[in-house]
C-alpha cells in the first residue's frame, strides 16, 4: 500500500486506514490534506479519490526536529513531491496549493468529505488545523491526525479541542493515526476511549527521551527503539 521509495513516516496500517477513508468520500466529494511533504500519504490518498493537497513547501516544520530547515530543503521537498507524484500516475488527482494551511483556507470551497491533517506540528498550529479544518467537515464525514498522542503539540491540541466534545465521535487509531467521525457522541464515554490512549502517548514520550539521550537499552525496555509515529 505505502508507495516505494518516497520518503515520510506514514506507516504501512496507518497507509490503509487512509485509503479507507478516502474511498469512503463520493463521486465528486473533496479530501484535504494538510502537509504533504514528498507525497508519501499524498499518493495512498490519490489512489481512491482527487485530492486538495495543501503544503507550503517552504522548509518548516518539515518532521522530527526539522522545525526550521531552508527554503531550499522546502523546495526540494517540493520537487520530489511532484516527481513522485507524476512516477506514481496520480499528478492529475491532485490540487496543490502551496500555501500555508491556516491561509489556503479562504481559496478552498466547503465542506469537505474527509480531512488528514499532518502539517505543522506545533500546539498552536495543530489547533487552528483541528479547529478551522475540522468546522468545515461535513457531518457525518471524517477527520484523522498524524502525530496523535505521539507529538506533544498535537496531543495537547486533541485534548483541548476533541477530547472534550460531544461532536467528535473517536473512532480509533492505527500508531499514531487517529480517526474521528463528525458525530454526535456521548461525551463521558467518548472522553473516556480517548483518554485510555494517554499510557501510550507517555511511554511514546519516555522512547523519545530515551532515543535522544542515546540510552537505546531504555528504550529496548519500554518496546520500541524506533522513533514512535
Ligand atoms: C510530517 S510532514 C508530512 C508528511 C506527509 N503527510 C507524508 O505522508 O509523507 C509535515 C509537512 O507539513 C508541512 N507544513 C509545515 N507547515 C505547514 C502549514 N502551516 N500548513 C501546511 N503544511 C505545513 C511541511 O512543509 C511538511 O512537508
Redesign the pocket.
Known amino acids: 500500500m505505502l508507495p516505494p521509495d518516497?520518503?515520510?513516516?506514514?506507516t504501512e496500517a496507518q497507509a490503509r486506514r487512509l485509503r479507507a477513508a478516502a474511498e469512503n468520500v463520493p463521486e465528486g466529494g473533496a479530501m484535504v490534506?494538510?502537509?504533504?511533504?514528498?507525497?508519501?500519504?499524498?499518493i495512498?490518498l490519490a489512489g481512491a479519490t482527487n485530492v486538495i493537497a495543501?503544503?507550503?513547501?517552504?522548509?518548516?516544520?518539515?518532521?522530527?526536529g526539522q522545525w526550521d530547515t531552508s527554503a531550499r530543503e522546502?523546495q526540494g521537498?517540493h520537487e520530489h513531491?511532484v516527481a513522485n507524484l507524476e512516477r506514481a500516475g496520480v499528478r492529475e488527482r491532485v490540487r496543490h496549493v502551496r500555501?500555508?494551511?491556516?491561509?489556503?483556507l479562504a481559496e478552498l470551497p466547503g465542506p469537505f468529505d474527509a480531512v488528514?491533517v499532518?502539517?505543522?506540528?506545533r500546539y498552536s498550529?495543530a489547533l487552528a488545523?483541528i479547529r478551522a479544518y475540522g468546522a468545515r467537515v461535513r457531518p457525518g464525514g471524517t477527520l484523522l491526525i498524524?502525530?496523535s498522542f505521539s507529538s506533544v503539540g498535537v496531543t495537547l491540541a486533541i485534548v483541548r479541542q476533541l477530547m472534550p466534545s460531544g461532536q467528535w465521535t473517536y473512532v480509533g487509531r492505527d500508531g499514531s493515526l487517529t480517526e474521528y467521525r463528525r458525530a454526535p457522541a456521548p461525551r463521558a464515554k467518548n472522553a473516556l476511549r480517548q483518554l485510555a490512549q494517554l499510557p501510550w502517548f507517555a511511554r511514546n514520550l519516555a522512547i523519545k527521551v530515551a532515543l535522544t539521550l542515546r540510552v537505546r537499552p531504555v528504550a529496548r525496555a519500554l518496546g520500541s527503539e524506533e522513533w514512535p509515529y
Open positions: 518516497v520518503e515520510g513516516w506514514l490534506e494538510i502537509g504533504s511533504y514528498q507525497g508519501r500519504s499524498t495512498v495543501i503544503d507550503p513547501h517552504a522548509g518548516n516544520d518539515r518532521g522530527p522546502g521537498d513531491f500555501l500555508p494551511s491556516q491561509e489556503a488528514y499532518d502539517g505543522a506540528h498550529p488545523d498524524h502525530d
